[in-house]
T-cell receptor, first 113, second 111 residues
Framework: EAQVTQNPRYLITVTGKKLTVTCSQN?????MSWYRQDPGLGLRQIYY???????DKGDVPEGYKVSRKEKRNFPLILESPSPNQTSLYFC????????????FGQGTRLTVV | GENVEQHPSTLSVQEGDSAVIKCTYS??????FPWYKQELGKGPQLIID?????GEKKDQRIAVTLNKTAKHFSLHITETQPEDSAVYFC??????????FGAGTTVTVRA
């Protein structure tokens, strides 16, 4: 089954404690991206990657890092989380060689206290 | 960057009635216009899309219309049912890997 898998689904952490949210897709997609969803603000792009070892900032990259060492994985790293990073996070992937439909993971609800 | 506005932000309709959501964008280079549906506790999922060489596309009870001159496209849901209750996002694509989403429309279908 084609899918994007995020882990964990829920996470509560303390300010300053480094964390990683993993994202994996099994569709051999070149393109992957991370979004955060906040009430009234829709989905805002954090980082995206056009292929292995190619990453770029989205609209709200401050406080986040990403890496793309393998095609299937695109982890989101928060080196020093702060309460304003409390949000619902989504990973997405798509293939630019076929169509531009984006496939989303189930989401990760992060709370930073 | 792409400026995307979506209206209304909330929409309540009686079951069986129609719902229309409008999305306006600022960049005339946009050439792919999808609509996503997000059900509670899930990630968004594509429900219909249209490309710039087509003015309208239908898929059963849902349709998308595009007006490139006016730079807007709309989602139409006919004969609404309770399972249509969700958040809907438009996401005009510039083709530069930056998928910009509207703020979303929360649709509630009243039984």
């Amino acid at each position: 089954e084609a899918q994007v898998t995020q882990n964990p689904r829920y996470l509560i952490t303390v300010t300053g404690k480094k964390l990683t949210v993993t994202c994996s897709q099994n569709m051999n997609h070149e393109y992957m991206s991370w979004y955060r969803q906040d009430p009234g603000l829709g989905l805002r792009q954090i980082y995206y990657s056009m292929n292995v070892e190619v990453t770029d900032k989205g609209d709200v990259p401050e406080g986040y890092k990403v890496s793309r060492k393998e095609k299937r994985n695109f982890p989101l790293i928060l080196e020093s989380p702060s309460p304003n990073q409390t949000s619902l996070y989504f990973c997405a992937s798509s293939s630019r060689t076929t169509n531009t439909e984006a496939f989303f993971g189930q989401g990760t609800r992060l709370t930073v206290v | 960057g792409e400026n995307v506005e979506q209206h209304p932000s909330t929409l309540s309709v009686q079951e069986g009635d129609s719902a229309v959501i409008k999305c306006t964008y600022s960049d005339s280079a946009s050439n792919y216009f999808p609509w996503y549906k997000q059900e509670l506790g899930k990630g968004p999922q594509l429900i219909i899309d249209i490309r710039s060489n087509v003015g309208e596309k239908k898929d059963q009870r849902i349709a998308v219309t595009l007006n490139k001159t006016a730079k807007h496209f709309s989602l139409h849901i006919t004969e609404t049912q309770p399972e249509d209750s969700a958040v809907y996002f438009c996401a005009p694509d510039l083709g530069d890997y930056k998928l910009s989403f509207g703020a979303g429309t929360t649709v509630t279908v009243r039984a």
